[in-house]
Antibody, heavy 124, light 106 residues
């Protein structure tokens, strides 16, 4: 079955760029029905959507993070990536990647498959 | 904005849990519910207000449309004590989550 796995550094210095990758296994990232998203959760807090990408390259970002976020896709490697620039302590969180859709019929219109999450700490 | 209430619900196993999610403007029926246990990723329970995701027990049900939504757990099992989040997908971006309701053992 489809699985997602986040990877990347667990520690990022303030003002630097956070970079994470989500590798998709057991299925193709190039399915036209799906978006591939990033969600984060600060310690003890709720869930925050960062942005999503379609395999075609179309991107969608949360307005509050848009100026610092870049999401890209590499269909040849079946993975997508997150870059968050100018990080501060407020960016310390568990970062999840997840699949979602709002297309087609008889689909599950929500984040139906999630990675296990990866903790990223912004600290010097 | 999605507002969940109560923030914490203290119940005993076997009791009925009723969780609320209120949207600041209509999200039609485009609302999902997730369950999250400590150290785990969220798990999809309900999508489009009332559709159970694959493998979700029938004791979980969702209702509502427009601005007011409810997640009901008909009889709490020990494994149901967790945090629950609602999430809307109407006219995205952005996709937004509620602040969560913690269901704890009384």
């Amino acid at each position: 079955q489809l699985q997602l796995q986040e990877s990347g550094p667990g520690l990022v210095k303030p003002s630097e760029t956070l970079s994470l990758t989500c590798t998709v296994s057991g299925g193709s990232i190039s399915s036209g029905y799906y978006y591939w998203g990033w969600i984060r959760q600060s310690p003890g807090k709720g869930l925050e959507w960062i942005g999503s990408i379609h395999y075609s390259g179309s991107t969608y970002y949360d307005p509050s993070l848009k100026s610092r976020v870049t999401i890209s896709v590499d269909t040849s490697k079946n993975r997508f990536s997150l870059r968050l620039s100018s990080v501060t302590a407020a960016d310390t969180a568990v970062y999840y990647c997840a699949r979602h859709t709002d297309r087609g019929t008889n689909m599950v219109y929500a984040f139906d498959i999630w990675g296990q999450g990866t903790m990223v700490t912004a600290s010097s | 904005v999605l507002t969940q209430s109560p923030a914490t619900l203290s119940l005993s196993p076997g009791e009925r849990a009723t969780l609320s999610c209120r949207a600041s403007e209509s999200v039609s029926s485009y609302l999902a519910w997730y369950q999250q246990k400590p150290g785990q990723a969220p798990r999809l329970l309900i999508y489009d207000a009332s559709n159970r995701a694959t493998g979700i027990p029938a004791r979980f049900s969702g209702s509502g449309s427009g601005t007011d939504f409810t997640l009901t757990i008909s009889s709490l099992e020990p494994e149901d004590f967790a945090v629950y989040y609602c999430q809307q997908r109407n006219k995205w971006p952005p996709l937004t989550f509620g602040g969560g309701t913690k269901v704890e053992i009384k």
